[in-house]
């Protein structure tokens, strides 16, 4: 086997990881279910390397080496869920210290923040991360954390990364970024300076909507990156054998699919940015998007799959849109292959910031003239 450092993320995505099979000469990695593996003759070794699935398991170390490959980070620790990654970084902090989020953050980022960390001592400030002036008045003597979101979820709103960083990083304050969105397919957060890249692993990087996962890569080994480790462990909340190995057979696959979300989602913007039943299209990809230039520095290849549409009218009007869609399901979530969209206010609840009148898209790896036709007869 070359050394796969120096291959190329879609080679790396199937090849990194997959020695499980060794003994059996499996082309395809097995999926191993034991909870538990048994010591060697001497009573206190375990020749196998794995003592319990909650501490280890072959999937899942085989999973985290294609991961960290994929961002060129040291180490990468893969959670239930991807909530469940940002936890582990929020705990990390400890109670009493101070951290600066995006005023858009995703609804589920705040709501675990405001139920679970407030109060246990943690404040927060919510900020428009597009302000850098704004970012650094929000910094205190607290402060352990920026976390950035880039693009924002849902109204895509990009982050200067490299900006971000500059502040942080003489204040010896952590920099984390959520690049779910962006996946490392379009966007290398480590290499631009941040400490630590999550993503929820049910998105893209699953891209078949039938697995929940979380991962944290980071970009070197740290205090931070131990705790992970620690709470991983002890914390318990790992992913399932059954998981990783989806994981990491959607992998194979990643390089492949992402070109493809993005050419689909760059079309369907232009259709609908010129559609006259269109209010805007919130796309970084769209010249004319006040975020295009930043996102054209930062996001190598594409502009993602995802995009926000606001329709003229209220909210009546938009559900009534999305329901009359065919290709497109109705439905939370995103990074399938198959097309999604969702009414985000109604789903987020009365104290969400987002517009009535926004409908979230997750574009997906179908033709796109049949994605145009379906968007073509639900607006009329």
């Given at each position: 086997m070359p050394d796969l450092s120096k291959l190329q993320p879609a080679t790396q995505a199937i090849h990194a990881g997959n020695s499980i099979g060794a003994a059996s000469g499996a082309v395809v990695p097995p999926m191993v279910l034991s909870t538990t593996f048994e010591r060697g003759h001497d009573g206190l070794s375990y020749p196998g390397g794995f003592v319990y699935s909650r501490y280890d398991a072959p999937n899942r170390q085989s999973l985290e080496t294609k991961l960290a490959l994929l961002e060129n980070g040291t180490e990468a620790v893969c959670f239930a869920s991807g909530m469940?990654?940002?936890?582990?970084?929020?705990?990390?902090l400890g109670p009493g210290c101070h951290v600066v989020v995006p005023d858009d953050v995703y609804f589920g980022v705040r709501g675990i923040v405001e139920k679970l960390y407030a109060p246990?001592?943690?404040?927060?400030?919510?900020?428009?991360?597009?302000?850098l002036p704004t970012v650094e008045a929000a910094i205190q003597k607290n402060t352990r954390l920026i976390w950035i979101e880039t693009p924002s979820n849902p109204e895509l709103k990009i982050t200067d990364i490299e900006a971000i960083v500059k502040i942080a990083q003489p204040r010896g304050i952590l920099t984390g970024c959520d690049n779910t969105w962006a996946t490392p397919y379009f966007q290398q957060p480590l290499a631009l300076g941040v400490d630590v890249s999550m993503h929820s692993t049910t998105k893209y990087l699953g891209?078949?909507?039938?697995?929940?996962g979380g991962v944290l890569i980071f970009r070197e080994q740290t205090p931070l990156s131990d705790f992970a480790r620690t709470y991983q462990k002890a914390g318990g909340?790992?992913?399932?054998?059954?998981?990783?190995w989806l994981l990491g057979r959607s992998l194979a696959t990643f390089a492949a699919r992402m070109p493809i979300h993005a050419s689909n989602a760059a079309q369907l913007a232009a259709y609908l940015?010129?559609?006259?039943?269109?209010?805007?299209?919130?796309?970084?990809?769209?010249?004319?998007?006040?975020?295009?230039?930043?996102?054209?520095?930062?996001?190598?290849g594409g502009f993602g799959g995802m995009l926000s549409v606001l329709l003229k009218g209220d909210q009546a009007n938009a559900l009534a849109v999305a329901?009359?869609?065919?290709?497109f399901k109705h439905a939370t979530s995103l990074g399938g292959v198959e097309s999604l969209i969702e009414h985000r206010k109604s789903v987020e609840g009365p104290t969400s910031l987002t517009p009535d009148?926004?409908?979230?898209?997750?574009?997906?790896i179908e033709a796109i003239e049949d994605l145009l036709a379906d968007f073509g007869q639900a607006l009329g």
């Open positions: 469940a990654a940002i936890a582990a970084v929020l705990h990390a246990w001592g943690m404040t927060f400030s919510y900020v428009d991360m597009t302000d891209g078949h909507s039938d697995l929940l909340a790992v992913p399932s054998a059954f998981d990783c940015s010129a559609h006259p039943r269109v209010e805007r299209v919130l796309y970084p990809g769209l010249v004319a998007d006040p975020y295009h230039q930043v996102a054209k520095k930062q996001m190598k329901t009359k869609l065919q290709l009148n926004l409908l979230r898209i997750s574009v997906g």
